[in-house]
């Protein structure tokens, strides 16, 4: 095999793809980090009034507010740990494929460690989860089980208009 035949073949294979690492409620789960815009410590944040339990509230970031939400608050009914590993993470959400995506803010436990792998390794993992459709498919390794999350499928049309009201609007 001629040596051009080969590079073809090695870029024709899936690449790796870095992914951040964090915990709910005990459990490994991860975010591509294609998604990551920006990784901050825990910040005080403004509440936003009569919101579910899981809207952390907002934080002005650069000239913009971003919502926050409290991931694990919104899987499993439980706020994140107040740790030192617990971050906020700005993604980019993109509802839909829309362009340009917003940012939203993530408060994550033991948001900490990365992890690079084939994408392809996540597997369905055969539940149809409608009330969190935002739980992906699953990695099977030597620490257990680590499960994708979704970034653009964390809101619902509901949560989206309650968030995000402004951009909303001119979709009506």
């Known amino acids: 095999m001629s040596e051009w035949v080969a590079k073809r073949i090695a870029s024709a294979q899936p690449r790796s793809s870095l992914f951040l690492v964090f915990r709910i409620n005990g ?18 944040l403004k509440p936003i009034a009569r919101a579910p339990a899981w809207v952390a ?32 993470v700005l993604v980019h959400y993109r509802p839909a494929g829309e362009v340009p ?9 033991q948001a900490t460690d990365t992890l690079r792998c084939n994408p392809a390794d996540f597997q369905p993992y055969g539940l149809d989860n409608r009330e969190a459709p935002y739980l992906g498919p699953v990695r099977e390794d ?5 499960q994708r999350i979704r970034v653009n499928d964390l ?4 949560a989206r208009a309650l ?10």
């Not at 995506?101 to 436990?109: N, P, S, T, V």
Request: proline share 5%; charged share 20%.
């Open 155 to 158: 809101l619902n049309a509901e």
């Open 101 to 109: 995506g917003r940012l939203l803010g993530l408060i994550l436990e």
């Open 163 to 172: 968030l995000f009201p402004a951009a909303d609007e001119g979709l009506s």
């Open 57 to 88: 509230g907002v934080l002005a970031h650069r000239g913009a507010m971003v919502p926050v939400i409290d991931v694990s608050a919104m899987t499993f009914g439980q706020p994140a740990a107040a740790r030192t590993s617990t971050r906020l």
């Open 142 to 146: 030597a620490q257990g089980l680590l």
């Open 27 to 44: 459990e490994r789960y991860a975010l591509d980090a294609v998604e990551v815009a920006e990784v901050l410590p825990r910040l005080q």
